[in-house]
């Protein structure tokens, strides 16, 4: 009988299909333990999954990076979620991991629920008992780790906003066994130096590595504090216990440095701008007296002896300008109106009708002559001409029809 | 002790505030005699004054709990 032969890769691709069409081996969550971690310049992770009777190869490329919240290391058990899939090339299957978590993260979660529910039914996260922070503070206590970008960049904010504030600096250990009491102890100290508000907390890092902050000794500690305490811890996305107990939650070290301490250069425009308020309002006041005190004057001006004769004389002396006024236009009146008779009484004037050539005549009675019937042939006339009389006699007498 | 000092400037600071802003009323209302304006202006002015003067112009450096609790330069 002949048997089929096949070709390595007409095997490899039948047997890769064989995963891919297998429902369970899409997504799959294996735990156990790292082994031959290495970290690859490229960006993908390579590491054998292994536990007491095997190994599994497994990748996490590039591209699913944000699946790892955490440093990888061997030894360490962790829960790989992924695909299982076959790399054709060298004949072997791969669980390709999409996300990578330490086995018992659950457990913290559950547990920081469990601790946040029982301290808030006792009331510790309760407003009321919430301390209000002060404004104008003179001491700043921060209990953080000496080193590391939290307490840089609280030293910084607070210096830039406000030099003349005195940071007092508790080095706690922020993480690990030590931390707790470390950082009660610091909590305890810097009560004990007076401060006016405390700062605590840390950068930002996993639920483990925070979890110093979640315990109940330290949130005791917070809740217990005479002195402010404002919370600090990890990133803006970052809760821990202390958030809820503490006085004031920010959100990240610098935002807390920005609560505690305030800003100076404010306070010292607040100062000049109540000042400048003050100054105007006096100057506003001023200025009115001064008006005030003009008005009367003009008035009292107005009204003094002196200004009514003024105003008097003023009065008098246009009475009489109207009068002459008055005066001059009348006379110029009949002035006109003599005129007029004078021309009237020329035109009527007997000189001026003799200058024309016209003659008065009378008769030898010293009638004027004015018909034909007033005389006769040989009556004896008088003819007046502008400037004499002649002696004439009638010769005939004509009469018109 | 220190905490009673420093609460007392905190109070000081904030009702110093409120009553500049009380006198500032005072003095912008029409009502107001000009002496009095003088006076609630000096009073003013004195209090600023004086809030200036709570606020320490020392710049500080960093201290550092130690193990003896003592405190050094950080």
């Known amino acids: 009988m002949a048997r089929n032969v096949y070709t390595v890769a007409q095997v490899n691709s039948y047997i890769k299909n064989m995963f891919t069409q297998d429902y369970m081996l899409q997504s799959i969550s294996v735990k156990g333990e790292v082994s031959n971690c290495k970290y690859h310049t490229s960006g993908h992770i390579y590491f054998t999954l292994k536990d007491r009777s095997g190994t599994i190869a497994c990748v996490m490329f590039a591209g699913s990076r944000s699946g790892l919240a955490f440093r990888m290391s061997e030894g360490m058990q962790v829960v790989v979620t992924g695909r299982i899939d076959v790399y054709e090339r060298d004949g072997k299957y791969q669980l390709y991991a999409q996300k990578i978590t330490r086995q018992g993260i659950g457990d913290l979660y559950a547990r920081f629920e469990q601790l946040k529910r029982e301290l808030e039914e006792e009331g510790m996260f309760a407003a009321q008992y919430k301390r209000p922070i002060p404004k104008y503070i003179r001491t700043l206590g921060v209990v953080t780790a000496q080193t590391g970008a939290a307490v840089r960049d609280i030293i910084n904010i607070a210096g830039r906003r406000n030099p003349y504030v005195q940071i007092i600096l508790y080095p706690a250990i922020v993480q690990g066994e030590a931390a707790v009491q470390s950082i009660i102890n610091g909590i305890h100290a810097l009560e004990d130096a007076g401060v006016d508000v405390i700062i605590a907390g840390r950068g930002g890092g996993s639920i483990e590595d925070l979890w110093a902050f979640n315990e109940e000794a330290v949130a005791r500690a917070v809740f217990e504090c005479s002195v402010p305490v404002i919370s600090a811890v990890g990133h803006e996305t970052d809760t821990t216990i202390i958030d809820f107990v503490a006085d004031l939650r920010a959100p990240t070290p610098s935002a807390a440095a920005e609560l505690a301490v305030y800003d100076i250069r404010e306070l010292s425009e607040r100062f000049s701008g109540v000042r400048e308020m003050y100054r105007r309002g006096m100057e506003r006041k001023l200025r009115e007296a001064a008006m005030q005190l003009q008005n009367r004057k003009t008035r009292l001006r107005y009204l003094s002896p002196l200004s009514q004769i003024r105003e008097k004389r003023n009065f008098a002396m246009n009475l009489e300008g109207a009068l002459q006024e008055a005066m001059d236009r009348k006379l110029a009146e009949k002035r006109q109106r003599l005129l007029l008779y004078i021309e009237r009484l020329k035109g009527l004037s007997p000189l001026e009708k003799l200058k024309q050539g016209y003659s008065y005549v009378s008769t030898t009675e010293g009638e004027t002559l004015i018909s034909v019937k007033q005389v006769k042939a040989g009556d004896r006339l008088k003819i007046y001409v502008t400037d004499g009389f002649v002696e004439a006699e009638a010769k005939s007498i004509g009469r018109l029809k | ?74």
């Open chain 2, 1 to 74: 002790m220190e905490h009673m000092e420093e609460t007392k400037k905190e109070i000081s600071l904030e009702e110093s505030f409120e009553k500049l802003d009380e006198m500032l009323n005072e003095l912008e209302s029409p009502d107001i005699s000009l002496e009095e304006s003088f006076r609630v202006y000096q009073e003013g002015m004195k209090l600023l004054k004086q809030c200036n003067e709570t606020i320490d112009r020392v710049e500080k450096s960093v201290l550092k709990l130690n193990e003896n609790g003592e405190l050094e330069e950080f």
